[in-house]
T-cell receptor
Framework: DTAVSQTPKYLVTQMGNDKSIKCEQN?????MYWYKQDSKKFLKIMFS???????INETVPNRFSPKSPDKAHLNLHINSLELGDSAVYFC??????????????FGEGSWLTVV | AQSVTQPDIHITVSEGASLELRCNYS??????LFWYVQSPGQGLQLLLK??????LVQGIKGFEAEFKRSQSSFNLRKPSVHWSDAAEYFC?????????????FGAGTRLFVKA
């Protein structure tokens, strides 16, 4: 059983298109995240949700809109895709935001290529 | 602001040799510290973490790390490297800041293992 699963794993799309990446976790965690990993492997948090509520929104273009229908799901919708959006997007979850050594569990990533 | 520095972009080690990956952090209080490993095409997996107690922590796959407050370091070590250890290694610090608790990742160190 995959703890954090995200789909699709690979996505190639043209500039200007709108696309979504879906994520689900079956760990019973309260907190979910979206991270972006660029071509240099740098990993940066984009959003964090706790019990469906947005708690962290880093400086991300508003073309990126996360949606959490319930605490087990956090989807990422991207409008008007640009070349610079090409990256690997990781969904992740943790038990809560308490910070007491919270371990983050990552999905396997979604490789987005914008052409 | 919290930050993590991994001074080595890549390291090459012979199979069977010992390994040390460096990590320095910047945070005003006692941080929560993590090491994650990312194999090619995969998500990140937790190797070990520290948030209190014994400053030498053991992790999976034979890895260990030592927290040194005086040096603001949390270096990862392994006594004998196996070819399967070739991967990208990320040090991370969990800290409370504006917007809540965040886990901030270093830029990663790519480990190459030669036969």
């Amino acid at each position: 059983d995959t703890a954090v699963s995200q789909t699709p794993k690979y996505l190639v799309t043209q500039m200007g298109n709108d696309k979504s990446i879906k994520c689900e976790q079956n760990l019973g965690h309260d907190t979910m995240y979206w991270y972006k990993q660029d071509s240099k492997k740098f990993l940066k948090i984009m959003f964090s949700y706790n019990n469906k509520e947005l708690i962290i929104n880093e400086t991300v273009p508003n073309r990126f809109s996360p949606k959490s229908p319930d605490k087990a799901h956090l989807n990422l919708h991207i409008n008007s895709l640009e070349l610079g959006d090409s990256a690997v997007y990781f969904c992740a979850s943790s038990q809560n935001t308490g910070g007491s050594g919270n371990t983050i569990y990552f999905g396997e990533g979604s490789w987005l290529t914008v052409v | 602001a919290q930050s993590v520095t991994q001074p080595d972009i890549h390291i090459t080690v012979s199979e069977g040799a010992s390994l040390e990956l460096r990590c320095n952090y910047s945070y005003g209080a006692t941080p929560y510290l993590f090491w994650y490993v990312q194999s090619p095409g995969q998500g990140l997996q937790l190797l070990l973490k520290y948030f209190s107690g014994d400053t030498l922590v053991q992790g999976i796959k034979g890895f260990e790390a030592e927290f040194k407050r005086s040096q603001s370091s949390f270096n990862l070590r392994k006594p004998s490297v196996h070819w399967s250890d070739a991967a990208e290694y990320f040090c991370a610090v969990g800290a409370r800041g504006t917007g809540g608790f965040k886990t901030i990742f270093g830029a990663g160190t790519r480990l190459f293992v030669k036969a």
